[in-house]
């Protein structure tokens, strides 16, 4: 009897861990979504009204404030942002743990990589929930081949760096990752 009891509170711990993580994905998915949304709206708003050469600097001051208000309250539980094997602002390179699943994905197109999402455990225990982007066609603009001359001056003129360009439609951009604080 007694250990039957100890077999419970077992499992009823087990279903708790279990619970938890099952948490963290929902909500870290949850915010991903968000964020993506909220980025397009505003990047296709601005494209609508002052086309994408306007559409570059106004990128380069604004993705962090659309985030954070995007993101909201959850700022206190989550760090974010987005990474890439070929980026084009200094600030999205890849931090070490992202290297490896960069690795995999890069140069694949959608469907080839089985993996809607991946979670990633690092050292000190907390979780990084990462979710590949692929090309669409409203991203060949800024990222594709074929470039507009007057996109490629202004991306020159604010990415002097700037490795990202030369995608082709659902091809793997990056990923967009989520981190427990
Ligand atoms: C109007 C031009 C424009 C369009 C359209 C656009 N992007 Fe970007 N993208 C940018 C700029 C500018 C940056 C750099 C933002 C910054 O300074 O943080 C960027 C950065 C990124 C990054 C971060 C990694 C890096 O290279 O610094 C990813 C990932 C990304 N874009 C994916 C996409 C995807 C996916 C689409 C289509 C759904 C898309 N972009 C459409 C201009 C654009």
Sequence with gaps: MKSLFMIMIMICFVMMFDAKAQNFEVEAKKLATDLKSSLMKNLS???????AVKA??????????IAKAAANERMNKFEFGR???KIRNE???AMHW???YLKEFQG???GDVKKDFIIHKLENGNRVYLEPL???AQCLTCHGENLNKSVKMELNKVYPNDRATGFKLDEFRGFIWIKEK
């Design 98 to 100: 992202a290297k490896s």
């Design 56 to 65: 570059i600097p106004f990128c380069h001051t604004n993705v962090g404030p």
């Design 45 to 51: 708003q601005k494209i609508a009204s002052e086309g």
């Design 108 to 110: 694949k197109f959608k």
């Design 83 to 85: 990474t890439s094997h």
């Design 91 to 93: 600030k999205n390179l």
């Design 134 to 136: 692929y090309i669409q």
